[in-house]
């Protein structure tokens, strides 16, 4: 929900209203003589700070991209939000952004960069306990310019465990007074020793192509909702650069990013729930890649500097995070420090790096959770479709994918969780005994790709479906549901449960 105020930069009182609409035709016609001091303003801050705005955007400016609220812990957050010109996207300037992928459509077209288009000026976060509206704390103006695509992450720190929060975000443009508004709400981690439920979801791969719902999205993210999880990891592959619309550029690799995140349902979600954001190939540059590797005019350095810019972020985009006594949960990263694929596998090949793997092996063995759950862009058991040479269960990296797999058998309740591929399972390593549970793609509409089909030796469940992962923790119980979405026009349609025992 996004609320437009006119309102004084210190009037935190809100109420509704909007702004007014620009019209079509010469400039003498379109702009009317109260907007000229506001012009002037914008051009004389624009050769004050070098952030040039558009100055066709409306007095009052938008968030079409919602916010993103992320890296929840017991006391600390980040708060993701971009400042646009419109209210929404542009969406009719190109029908598969909000019709899918069509048979005709030709492989060549590419992302228009102008589908969301930032506008620069101030944002400032407004946040409170919920129920304690009087302690509210506001942080200062921050400018929202070109050079970070018009993008601002604020971290909140000094927050309450097991607490819901709820917050504003204000925004105004270049040189104005009046602001308006977006709002959201999420809940922080409950203290390490406190033994409390616990139920999070799991997702991977959306692209435009899969969008089931037009302009509101993908409709998974409204049953999401449904769950009521306290919060949500995304495994990768958010975006999908080498996918139509192509983005073989840093303006249009930026724009892919403004756009998922206006549709309808997506934006909603995100608005209200944590999110940890990974990533994997098609977010980072495009299938299978390793670092060196470009596309088109985008680079993989550059790839990483977006995905740290549009998603929000803390230092290292591998880290562990504590849910109370029982949840602790371990997100790799499968692209930063990888060797290149066509490397022969042998000890020194690997996809976690020294660094990354020392860390994952130190933690998990620290830890006294009661179920760990390791969260890999990309599977470890698998079995894959035939192919694939990318990941732990591939013989390209089997030697590191043999290690990990012996070494997380070995410790008590701990479970990987997996993304990246196109169809929903539960595998048991036949070897070590580790139970990988693959969430599947958003929909059925991303199962393009194939599948390898059920493997009695591997899977416990299998489905070509799309949908998400629901995992529900109450004390030593643990439960994980897959749900499908495209055939659930309201409400939740689990299409298998697995059992997750203590003491395994």
């Known amino acids: 929900?996004?609320?437009?105020?006119?309102?004084?930069?210190?009037?935190?009182?809100?109420?509704?209203?909007?702004?007014?609409?620009?019209?079509?035709?010469?400039?003498?016609?379109?702009?009317?003589?109260?907007?000229?001091?506001?012009?002037?303003?914008?051009?004389?801050?624009?050769?004050?700070?070098?952030?040039?705005?558009?100055?066709?955007?409306?007095?009052?400016?938008?968030?079409?991209?919602?916010?993103?609220?992320?890296?929840?812990?017991?006391?600390?957050?980040?708060?993701?939000?971009?400042?646009?010109?419109?209210?929404?996207?542009?969406?009719?300037?190109?029908?598969?952004?909000?019709?899918?992928?069509?048979?005709?459509?030709?492989?060549?077209?590419?992302?228009?960069?102008?589908?969301?288009?930032?506008?620069?000026?101030?944002?400032?976060?407004?946040?409170?306990?919920?129920?304690?509206?009087?302690?509210?704390?506001?942080?200062?103006?921050?400018?929202?310019?070109?050079?970070?695509?018009?993008?601002?992450?604020?971290?909140?720190?000094?927050?309450?465990?097991?607490?819901?929060?709820?917050?504003?975000?204000?925004?105004?443009?270049?040189?104005?007074?009046?602001?308006?508004?977006?709002?959201?709400?999420?809940?922080?981690?409950?203290?390490?020793?406190?033994?409390?439920?616990?139920?999070?979801?799991?997702?991977?791969?959306?692209?435009?192509?899969?969008?089931?719902?037009?302009?509101?999205?993908?409709?998974?993210?409204?049953?999401?909702?449904?769950?009521?999880?306290?919060?949500?990891?995304?495994?990768?592959?958010?975006?999908?650069?080498?996918?139509?619309?192509?983005?073989?550029?840093?303006?249009?690799?930026?724009?892919k990013w403004n756009l998922m995140f206006s549709y309808g349902h997506n934006r909603e979600f995100h608005r209200q729930v944590a999110s940890y954001f990974m990533k994997d190939d098609h977010d980072t540059l495009k299938n299978d890649c390793w670092p060196g590797q470009h596309y088109g005019d985008l680079t993989f350095d550059e790839g990483l500097a977006i995905f740290r810019e549009q998603v929000p972020m803390g230092p290292q985009t591998f880290r562990t995070v504590r849910w109370g006594k029982d949840v602790q949960i371990w997100m790799t990263e499968n692209r930063d420090f990888r060797s290149s694929n066509r490397m022969t596998d042998g000890p020194q090949k690997t996809i976690l790096g020294a660094e990354q793997k020392a860390w994952l092996k130190k933690t998990l063995l620290e830890s006294d959770a009661t179920f760990k759950f390791v969260i890999s862009p990309g599977p470890l058991v698998g079995p894959d479709k035939k192919g694939k040479n990318d990941n732990h269960s591939n013989p390209g990296f089997a030697t590191e994918g043999s290690e990990l797999r012996e070494f997380l058998a070995g410790l008590e309740n701990c479970y990987v969780i997996c993304g990246d591929r196109h169809w929903q399972y539960c595998s048991k390593d036949p070897a070590t005994g580790l139970i990988e549970m693959g969430c599947g793609p958003i929909n059925d509409q991303h199962s393009f790709g194939g599948n390898p089909g059920r493997n009695a030796k591997y899977h416990r469940y299998f489905s070509a479906k799309g949908g998400f992962l629901g995992i529900t923790i109450d004390g030593s119980s643990g439960r994980a549901d897959w749900f499908g979405t495209n055939d659930s026009p309201a409400g939740l349609r689990v299409l298998h449960t697995e059992t997750l025992p203590v003491g395994k």
Not at 25 to 44: C, N
Not at 142 to 167: C, H, I, K, W
Not at 219 to 237: A, C, E, I, K, N
């Open 1 to 255: 929900m996004i609320i437009v105020n006119h309102r004084k930069p210190n009037q935190l009182p809100l109420h509704e209203s909007t702004g007014p609409a620009i019209q079509n035709g010469p400039l003498w016609q379109r702009v009317p003589s109260r907007r000229v001091v506001y012009l002037i303003m914008v051009l004389l801050w624009t050769g004050l700070t070098n952030a040039p705005p558009s100055i066709w955007a409306d007095e009052l400016p938008g968030f079409a991209s919602g916010i993103k609220i992320g890296e929840v812990d017991q006391d600390s957050a980040v708060v993701w939000v971009r400042l646009t010109e419109n209210q929404e996207a542009n969406f009719e300037l190109l029908p598969i952004l909000t019709e899918g992928l069509k048979p005709n459509q030709k492989s060549q077209v590419e992302m228009l960069t102008d589908v969301v288009p930032g506008v620069a000026g101030q944002v400032r976060l407004v946040y409170w306990k919920a129920g304690l509206p009087g302690e509210i704390r506001s942080t200062k103006w921050r400018n929202a310019s070109p050079t970070s695509d018009f993008v601002v992450q604020f971290e909140m720190v000094g927050l309450d465990s097991g607490s819901e929060y709820e917050l504003r975000i204000d925004g105004r443009c270049a040189g104005r007074t009046q602001a308006s508004s977006i709002t959201g709400r999420f809940k922080t981690a409950p203290p390490i020793k406190n033994s409390t439920p616990v139920r999070f979801i799991v997702s991977t791969c959306q692209a435009v192509r899969s969008i089931d719902a037009g302009k509101q999205g993908h409709g998974s993210y409204q049953r999401m909702l449904d769950f009521d999880p306290m919060f949500f990891v995304h495994t990768g592959d958010i975006v999908y650069y080498d996918k139509v619309p192509l983005a073989r550029s840093k303006a249009a690799a930026r724009a």
